[in-house]
């Protein structure tokens, strides 16, 4: 099939590469009735949703050495993965984690496309599986909702339009209280609903605010949240290639479409079944066509359009807008299964795959992410499988030098932080771990670590002058729990020059 024939048949019609697909050309956003899909990737997204909300509202309840399981409290800088606590002074951990899942995503969409966004994406499963049910259940299906928004404000639409938005007000303020809890934690989140409102006016606010802001996403912007403002959706020109995976519309197939036209009256007699009819009614292509084209298994019903919740053309290939919700490939199988011909029109498959008829997944490109991701794996299990219990920070107190304690006995001031990084109290001590020279605390001396905090002080190490080394003698200082030795600094002890 050459390229000036399917120039052709598009059109040359290619004016959706130049503005999104819900904006026209005054630039007035188009509201969208998507179609309400149905069919086995629709039931299969549906128990995944089921799965992933299930999850989402029970995560933070659960506890694991008594810090909860998934915690991302940016206002005290402190993080909960796996119910291990990670304070700031882990920032490189935080770094290498963050490599490595932007290595995962790199990888992950080159192989897969935006899997994740049809299928566990949250804007995805609360819009979709949610609130778009809520709105089917009040308003109806995409020509009731078109019909009820154009008509004049009758009793009827009144009263189905405040249904749907104080229960849609109603679902995003139990929503975003739940995403509130992985930041401030769900004892927080409890602890301002029980209380007066006077006693937690920022926690209040914070609520109204996270609210307000679910009810704009899910109620006005929808679709815009995926095609405008999601970065991850503007990569995808980067990062896609052709051996990705993504929902795709077989032209090699489905050219030059065909048009079912409808007969007056049933033929059986002609076609042998009503199915055989249905068939034999597809337009042939148009006259001015090769004459070895014959007409494809499209059959421009539209259908794929309609039930399109961002409101693209798949048939056009693919676009930034597609979130692969697999939408569009239940319509086109009911369709096909409908005038009996094979399903698969469209389908997950690669432009390689349809092109060649052979997917090629393992590519160079592939196997390199992938040796990359499993370095980055690797040091980040090693790194946190060493991590220690305690961070121990000391410093030579600023603009000091040494004292003389007696005529055999120098001093110098240090200064010291232990963060305890566990979810438990923790016993410490300070003890010098080079010999001779003894530490001297100042104040009361360190005895425990409160769970996920810090301590501070000071303390002079005491060294005899004939262990010195020169004017910096290397020293160390152990910190000891239980017995045991949990960390070790190195720093220096100031004498005078020999």
């Known amino acids: 099939m050459n390229n000036e024939f399917l120039d052709k048949v598009i059109e040359d019609n290619e004016e959706y590469r130049d503005h999104l697909s819900t904006v026209d050309s005054s630039g007035k956003r188009i509201w969208l009735y998507p179609k309400k899909p149905a069919g086995r990737f629709y039931n299969a997204r549906t128990w995944v949703s089921f799965a992933f909300l299930a999850i989402f509202l029970i995560m933070p309840f659960i506890k694991v050495n008594g810090e909860q399981f998934l915690l991302f409290n940016i206002l005290e800088r402190k993080f909960v993965l796996f119910g291990l606590v990670f304070t700031p002074q882990d920032f490189h951990l935080f770094v290498l984690a963050m490599l490595t899942f932007i290595v995962f995503i790199i990888l992950f969409t080159v192989v897969y496309g935006r899997l994740f966004c049809g299928w566990v994406c949250p804007q995805t499963v609360f819009m979709e599986m949610f609130f778009r049910k809520i709105e089917y259940w009040i308003e109806g299906d995409s020509n009731e909702q078109r019909r009820l928004d154009k008509s004049p404000w009758t009793a009827e639409k009144v009263r189905k339009k405040a249904l749907k938005h104080i229960v849609f007000f109603a679902s995003a303020v139990v929503v975003s209280n739940y995403f509130l809890a992985y930041i401030i934690g769900m004892d927080d989140v409890l602890k301002i609903v ?101 007409p494809g298994d499209c059959i421009d019903c539209k259908l794929c359009v309609a039930v399109c919740p961002t409101g693209i053309d798949i048939r056009n290939g693919t676009q930034l807008e597609c979130t692969n919700c697999t939408a569009c490939i239940d319509a086109c199988d009911a369709i096909m299964d409908k005038v009996d011909r094979p399903r698969g029109l469209i389908r997950y498959d690669s432009m390689t795959g349809i092109e060649s008829g052979v997917r090629k997944i393992f590519t160079t490109r592939v196997y390199a992410y992938t040796a990359v991701l499993i370095a980055l794996l690797s040091l980040d299990v090693f790194l946190i499988a060493n991590r220690g219990d305690i961070e121990t920070i000391i410093l030579r107190s600023p603009g000091q030098l040494y004292q003389e304690k007696d005529e055999t006995h120098l001093t110098n001031l240090y200064t010291y932080v232990l963060i305890n990084k566990t979810s438990k109290e923790m016993p410490v001590s300070l003890q010098l771990a080079t010999e001779g020279g003894q530490i001297q605390v100042v104040g009361q001396p360190p005895v425990s670590i409160p769970k996920s905090s810090k301590i501070e002080g000071a303390f002079f190490i005491v060294f005899p002058k004939n262990l010195l080394k020169g004017r910096k003698t290397p020293v160390k200082v152990k910190v000891v729990s239980s017995g045991k030795v949990i960390d070790e600094v190195k720093t220096n002890f100031l004498g005078p020059a020999k």
């Open 194 to 294: 029980r209380e007066p409102v006077s006693q937690n006016v920022g926690g209040f606010v914070a609520m109204l605010v996270f609210s307000g802001v679910f009810y704009g996403v899910f109620s006005r912007l929808r679709e815009q949240v995926c095609t405008t403002i999601c970065p991850y959706g503007r990569l995808q020109g980067v990062l896609l290639v052709k051996d990705s995976i993504v929902v795709a519309y077989d032209h090699v197939r489905g050219e030059p479409r065909g048009k079912l036209k409808k007969e007056k009256t049933a033929q059986p007699a002609q076609y042998g079944s009503p199915v055989d009819g249905i068939r034999a009614s597809v337009s042939e292509a148009p006259a001015d066509t090769p004459a070895a084209a014959k």
